[in-house]
């Protein structure tokens, strides 16, 4: 029997690769599936069920608390990120004074996918509605809108935006204000799709600042780049403490002023507010406007390119004030051109609205039934503590009204309460005054040390100055004051000051008038009167006003003038605590005269109130003894007790000029006397 032979079988083997793909599609169409219904579930949804797991993984990101009070959606909407939340809250560290850093009755957005698949954040819609803002930074420098990780919020960018209901509260400890703002409402596009928002982000509201009141309005001019968290242009009008502050500029960011470039100007009654608002002290001043650009970087504020003017003076120049260390400290370089002299009253304590409504007589006050001019202000030794100081400020021209003064160079140094103005100089008709004044706060009271002094100034150009004729005067005056004391104001350093005043008249000439008129010599005077000398100048060979200050009381030692006829003496004493004057001049004559008074002339009075009294007591009973030798001798005797035979000797000129003492300038050999040549 013949066999069948059996077909071979086939056995066909797996393509690895078509095996890999069709297992790689599987997993794909699985996890495209969940996917899908996830999204499925989602878009049902709305993702509603999502809300406990967004505020426990929000919570723990911002290292805050985070929580929905209403309605919550996130899913896709069909392809971007829908987030919805009702009265979402947003809470502050437990250190704020507003228990929330941010709420919204609404926020309804639209996130681009994509841009979150590769961690950015990219907002294409926002609708925000009752948005409100707890903002604060401490005394210490922390602020509210630091997150876990010293990360600080950055609004993302936005492309489209509706804005309504929005409010912004912002406290800052260490300057001490408390604002409250109102937004504007804001719709529109931004970036780049669609049309970008028209019109700026306006603002008005107010609060406290320094604890005074203040008013707030103003816009963000950039509204888009703003939303976008690019530089924010600002238009910005606050009135607080009497003062007006207009600023305009650009900002780096909405809620950053570091490397800002504004223009700030600012117009008030008193220059103080505007170091009160950078946390630290200067001068109170007259009615002032000031403009500066301004900018911070770091811990440094800068006003540059200021220009104005505070009181009837102009003011030009810089100033920066580092901040950050233990005491800020204020550099600067200040210029003016003309400086009227009212508004440096205000810088040694004057009242500056007293000098706005009366001027110079605004310096007077009554104080016990009479008149004071010192000014009795009391240094603000507190506001010394927190800062230093290095300041040079000029003056091209100051106004006074009677002496031309010009060419001021004031150097101002203070550290750690140790205040020096050093040098203080200025040009007077021809001469020079340069004074170093030193204030030690480290003491209570405060110690003042006084060193002023001024070299050869042309008595004929100073008389000229109060409208007095010259004619043939050719003397100089110059000095020094040395005085020290401890005091919180002017009035008091110097009620209770030591040291010495000198005040020197060198050789020279002086128109005869003045002097005859000054010692009473009735002889001389008339003949000058009705001859042709009556503008002959008369030799002034010496002179010298010295006083020595103990405790407050400046007693003459000497005050000597010493002329070619005569020798004048002041005795007496002024006072520095009540301001009052005693003083006596009397002339003594180096000729033979009938008819000279030779009495005292009496300087009485107050510094702000002097009284000259010409009739003395002696000089009335002089009278009266001429009246009685009339009536009882002969006409002649009635002459008698007028009669000076001009027994006076010359001062010893090298004693006055060298400003020594009394006694020294009385035991000092006289001069001799030079005889007159026979015409």
């Known amino acids: 029997m013949d066999t069948i032979p059996a077909h071979p079988v086939t056995v066909r083997r797996r393509d690895p690769l078509r095996s890999a793909t069709g297992a790689l599609l599987g997993v794909l169409t699985t996890i495209l599936g969940l996917i899908v219904l996830a999204w499925l579930i989602l878009f049902v949804t709305k993702g509603r069920f999502l809300k406990p797991t967004f505020e426990r ?253 505070f009181g009837d003076s102009d003011l030009a120049g810089r100033l920066a004030i580092q901040t950050g260390g233990n005491r800020s400290k204020i550099n600067g370089d200040l210029h003016t051109q003309t400086l ?142 040395k005085l020290k004391g401890a005091g919180d104001s002017v009035k008091t350093s110097l009620g209770a000051s030591s040291g010495r005043i000198a005040i020197i008249v060198s050789n020279g000439t002086l128109w005869v008038r003045n002097i005859e008129l000054a010692k009473l010599d009735v002889q001389n005077f008339l003949l000058a009167f009705f001859g042709k000398d009556l503008k002959k100048p008369r030799d002034i060979r010496c002179g010298l006003a010295a006083f020595t200050v103990t405790d407050g009381i400046s007693r003459a030692d000497p005050v000597i003038f010493d002329t070619g006829r005569a020798v004048y003496r002041m005795n007496g004493q002024f006072s520095f605590k009540d301001e009052s004057i005693a003083l006596s001049l009397r002339g003594k004559s180096k000729e033979l005269s009938l008819f000279s008074g030779q009495s005292p002339i009496g300087v009485g009075g107050y510094f702000a109130a002097p009284k000259v009294n010409p009739i003395s007591k002696e000089l009335l009973a002089r009278g009266g003894a001429s009246v009685l030798l009339g009536i009882v001798a002969t006409p002649i005797a009635a002459i008698l007790p007028f009669v000076d035979l001009g027994t006076a000797k010359n001062s010893n000129c090298a004693a006055v000029e060298g400003g020594k003492t009394e006694a020294v300038v009385n035991s000092a050999t006289p001069d001799p006397k030079v005889k007159k040549k026979k015409k």
């Open 57 to 309: 993984y929000a919570s723990r990101y911002a290292d805050r608390r985070v929580a929905v009070a209403g309605d919550f959606q996130l899913y896709f909407n069909p392809f971007h990120l829908k987030f919805l939340a009702e009265g979402l809250s947003l809470a502050n560290p437990a250190w704020a004074h507003d228990p929330q850093l941010f709420t919204a009755r609404l926020i309804d957005s639209e996130i681009s996918t994509f841009d979150l698949i590769f961690g950015r954040q990219h907002v294409l819609f926002l609708n925000l509605d009752g948005g409100t803002a707890g903002l604060e930074i401490d005394k210490d420098g922390r602020n509210t809108w630091i997150f876990a990780g010293n990360t600080p919020f950055k609004v993302p960018p936005i492309d489209r935006a509706n804005v309504t209901g929005t409010v912004a509260h912002y406290i800052d400890a260490k300057h001490k204000a408390d604002v409250r703002l109102a937004f504007g409402d804001l719709a529109g596009s931004v970036g780049k799709r669609g049309e970008n928002v028209s019109g700026p982000l306006t603002f008005k509201g107010g609060g406290t600042a320094l604890a005074a009141p203040f008013t707030l309005r103003g816009s963000l001019t950039t509204p888009n780049s703003t939303i976008t968290g690019g530089k924010t242009g600002l238009d910005l009008h606050a009135f607080v403490a009497a003062t007006q502050i207009d600023v305009s500029g650009t900002l780096p960011g909405a809620t950053r002023i570091e490397g800002a470039d504004l223009r700030v100007t600012l117009a008030g009654k008193n220059l103080q507010t505007l170091f009160k608002l950078a946390g630290a002290n200067a001068p109170a001043s007259r009615p002032y406007k000031l403009a500066a650009d301004f900018t911070k970087t770091g811990n440094d504020y800068s006003f540059t390119h200021i220009h104005g003017h």
């Open 340 to 481: 009227d002299i009212l508004d440096v009253g205000p810088w040694i304590g004057y009242s500056p609205e007293k000098l706005d409504k009366q001027g110079g007589k605004g310096a007077i006050t009554t104080v016990n039934g009479h008149p004071t001019v010192l000014p009795d202000a009391s240094l603000d030794i507190t506001s010394l503590k927190g800062f230093d100081a290095d300041v040079h400020y000029t003056a091209a021209h100051i106004r006074t009204g009677t002496v031309p003064i010009a060419n001021l160079d004031l150097k101002l140094d203070l550290d750690d309460r140790d205040l020096k103005l050093k040098p203080v100089a200025f040009d007077v008709i021809g001469g020079r005054v340069t004074a170093d004044i030193d204030l030690d706060a480290h003491k209570e009271p405060v110690v003042a040390d006084f060193d002023i002094r001024m070299t050869q100034v042309p008595i004929g150009r100073l008389l000229t100055s109060f409208k007095v004729e010259d004619n043939g005067t050719t003397a100089n005056v110059g000095g020094r004051i």
